[in-house]
């Protein structure tokens, strides 16, 4: 009988052991699922941001993209209907206003004119934004306009117009992406 309970009793101690130890090694692999779940999702996002950025400099270097504003100035603004459109040498700018006064049918201006002069710098390091530059001429007034597009990493554009100081901020998406609605230029 001692030497049953004996060897229960160390059966019962190695057995206890043994648990303590698949809890641990649980807790352990858990942690490590995490931590490589987290590292899987990371290396996924920069491949996908790689990606999109190879996306964006092909956009531009084309000349072939649509910038919905986010906002002008500091005032949130409807994406749909505030942006540039670039096809080409075609060029289209429209902002709707809170006003009554409206050219375009929407509430806003539309520009529809085009583009001289087209000027694409692309990023020359890692992280760094693109550059573009041209003169937009309006088939109405014959004064061109210029205009300087910075697109960051995500997508984001900051656009000047006239070399002022007060800048349009927007999303750059490929042409065929953009859900926007176009007014007519109620000048031509």
Known sequence: ?????????????????LFLSAQDDTNMNSRQKRKAEKEKQKKEKEEKDAAD???YQQLAANGTFVIQFD?????PVSKRLNFMYINGDRVV???VTNSYWSENGLGGTTYDGTINNYKYIPSK???????ITFDMTSKFNQQQLNVSITIYG???????LGGGSAYVYGTITHIED???NMGNDMRN
Not at 1 to 17: G, P, R, W
Not at 71 to 75: A, E, G, H, L, Q
Not at 154 to 160: D, L, N, P, V, W
């Open 178 to 180: 953009a859900n926007i």
């Open 53 to 55: 950025w190879l996306i």
């Open 71 to 75: 906002r002008i100035v500091n005032t």
């Open 154 to 160: 995500g997508g984001a554009a900051q656009i000047s």
């Open 125 to 131: 390091k890692k992280n760094k934004p693109i550059y």
């Open 93 to 95: 700018l429209q902002y």
């Open 1 to 17: 009988m001692k030497y049953i309970s004996k060897i229960l009793l160390v059966s019962m101690f190695s057995f206890f052991v």
